[in-house]
């Protein structure tokens, strides 16, 4: 990957908004992917640089939301959703289940760096609960039986 | 009904074309006569909203969309983009005559990455199909933050910075996004918009019941055997969604409370099941529609531990500007847990409430507020529970509740660090 690149990238997400400041959070977005699912501080001076800001701003603005992560996680995610809705119908059995299939607590990555698992607020599926993110992609309903099919897609 | 073809056989795009030949204040007088309210959760009639936007400042006028669905429970805008994206956007394109606005921002909750592909696919075909008529459409995607679906909060993220929200006044329809004038609608509120112009405001204030016209899609989730979205007029019970439409309650257990509108609302107990879906209905029952979103709790379910996962939320997702709220909730969070845990006198019990005090009416922005009034009201409806928890010592559901076990550190979902990975 090229910096150029990157920054032509950058460049064309803002041209769309009267401020370009306004394209950081798809900077940020397209940063992250870049480096492999998290944010290392070479990553705020690229942005920074892209869109005419401080690394020091973008980091803060970073650190504001739930989806940027400032240290490394695994090459797949899974996110379980444990608030109210998920939570009445069984989302701490779908964490346990996750936890004991993957060998690890909520919070942490698997040996290897393969799987982090977290918990998330409210997904938005909540009809349909407990919903489970893997890779940003939803499952839903997902149910403690369901766990050992997902997590062996995750491991081939 | 993802596909504009299919979307134009039955009419769709249609009234677009009605409303570009209406003078704008046309378009606007018929909102206001549908008296069509925010379907976002403060419920501020629409037409009203896009009558106070100011004129002749010099500055080009913002159609905002709140696509940042967050609350927990609500999950209608989420299958409204899903699956009737081009309805958004001719309720986009309509509204964006109607206030004469050439650029349209539609902010969407990051999470929600299938809906923003159904919409920008859906865009992309409307583009082709000559259909936007020189407004820009522009999907933004927000990044992880419940805050930012409070509308001054949206825009400070729009605009680049952290998503914390501005002291109005000014309100937005003065000084809103880029400091020109801004409309600020959600998905639903905006979707409604093609209906009322094509049948006429008078059509639809004719639906549902006096102040409160009309339909609404209601998320349905909890302990209920049929969860999901239901649009339905307003004006109809809870009962009726809940039993005659959502199938009543699963496995032979009892209804023991609802939340009628997202978990920021005051909790209703099973005896205020006749409660209609409407602003006033819920007012005088002293709850809140809020965002349409009822979660339906059974007899399972130790209200202290609700506090406490709802607490827990609200802490995490105060933005940290305004002390009441950052400071208020985290106090509630930890004398929830010791009265949960059994190392709580009768003292902290009047403690939780004298927090809940300092926060509502004393904030910002509505955030702490959807904090303290849930609580505050679990406490006034199920009080015997929470003295209970002092009485004994601890949980009288003895590891029973359905949400046992629930209280995750907050630390284990914040975001930074997520995680360590092994060298």
């Not at chain 2, 429970?73 to 899903?82: L, N, Q, S, V």
């Not at chain 2, 933050?145 to 729009?158: F, H």
């Not at chain 2, 307003?234 to 009543?248: A, F, P």
């Not at chain 2, 009047?350 to 955030?367: F, M, N, Q, S, T």
Request: hydrophobic share 40%; aromatic share 6%; with cysteine.
């Amino acid at each position: 990957m090229s910096a150029r690149s990157f920054a032509d990238e950058v460049h064309d997400i803002a041209s769309q908004y009267p401020d370009a400041r306004s394209a950081i959070l798809p900077a940020l977005r397209l940063a992250q992917e870049r480096h492999g699912g998290w944010l290392p501080p070479e990553a705020f001076v690229e942005v920074g640089d892209a869109l005419g800001l401080t690394p020091a701003y973008c980091q803060a603005v970073a650190s504001f939301y739930d989806m940027f992560h400032l240290a490394p996680v695994g090459r797949h995610l899974v996110e379980v959703c444990t608030n109210v809705s998920c939570a009445l119908v069984g989302a701490q059995q779908v964490l346990e289940a996750f936890a004991r299939e993957l060998g690890v607590e909520p919070g942490q990555t698997t040996e290897g760096g393969e799987v982090t698992l977290r918990t998330v607020e409210c997904a938005g599926g909540c009809g349909w609960g407990t919903v489970v993110a893997v890779d940003h992609r939803y499952r839903e309903p997902v149910r403690p039986d369901d766990v050992p099919a997902i997590v062996s897609e995750l491991r081939p | 009904m993802t596909d504009i073809d299919a979307y134009r056989e039955i009419g769709g795009y249609a009234t677009l074309a009605k409303a570009r030949a209406m003078e704008p204040p046309a378009v606007i007088e018929e909102l206001l006569a549908a008296n069509v309210r925010g379907r976002g959760g403060a419920g501020f009639p629409m037409g009203r909203k896009a009558s106070f936007l100011a004129k002749g400042t010099g500055r080009p006028t913002y159609l905002v969309v709140n696509a940042d669905e967050s609350e927990p429970g609500t999950f209608k805008d989420r299958e409204i983009m899903f699956r009737v994206p081009h309805r958004l956007i001719e309720g986009c394109l309509i509204t964006a005559h109607a206030i004469e606005s050439p650029h349209v921002f539609v902010y969407l909750r990051g999470e929600y990455l299938a809906e923003f592909e159904v919409v920008r696919a859906a865009l992309d075909q409307a583009r082709e199909a000559d259909l936007l008529g020189g407004v820009t459409i522009v999907l933004h995607r927000g990044a992880g933050a419940y805050i930012c679906g409070e509308e001054t909060a949206l825009l400070e993220s729009l605009e680049g910075n952290r998503g914390q929200p501005r002291s109005k006044p000014p309100f937005p329809a003065v000084s809103g996004l880029y400091a020109s004038p801004s409309l600020i609608n959600n998905v639903e509120t905006i979707s409604t918009v093609p209906a009322i112009v094509e049948r006429g405001g008078a059509w639809y204030a004719a639906i549902g019941v006096e102040n409160s016209s009309g339909t609404r899609v209601f998320s349905l989730s909890g302990n209920v055997a049929n969860g999901g979205n239901y649009e339905l007029p307003l004006g109809t019970s809870l009962r009726e969604l809940i039993y005659d439409i959502g199938g009543g309650i699963p496995g032979g257990r009892e209804l023991k409370a609802v939340i009628p509108g997202g978990s920021s609302v005051p909790v209703l107990s099973a005896d205020q099941v006749d409660t209609a879906l409407d602003f006033d209905a819920m007012a005088e029952a002293g709850s809140m529609l809020g965002s349409g979103a009822v979660i339906v709790i059974d007899d399972r379910c130790c209200m202290v531990q609700l506090g406490l996962r709802v607490a827990q939320f609200y802490m995490h997702e105060s933005c940290g500007k305004c002390t009441p709220c950052r400071e208020g909730t985290r106090w509630m969070v930890q004398i929830l847990r010791t009265i949960e845990e059994g190392r709580a006198g009768q003292g902290e019990l009047d403690l939780l409430l004298d927090v809940c005090d300092r926060i509502l009416g004393k904030c910002l922005c509505p955030l702490g507020d959807a904090a303290a009034m849930p609580v505050a009201s679990y406490i006034d409806r199920f009080r015997d529970e929470f003295q209970a928890h002092l009485d004994a010592g601890g949980c009288p559901y003895g590891g029973a509740s359905s949400l046992e076990g629930l209280f995750a550190p907050v630390d284990q979902h914040t975001h930074s660090p997520v995680a360590e990975v092994p060298a």
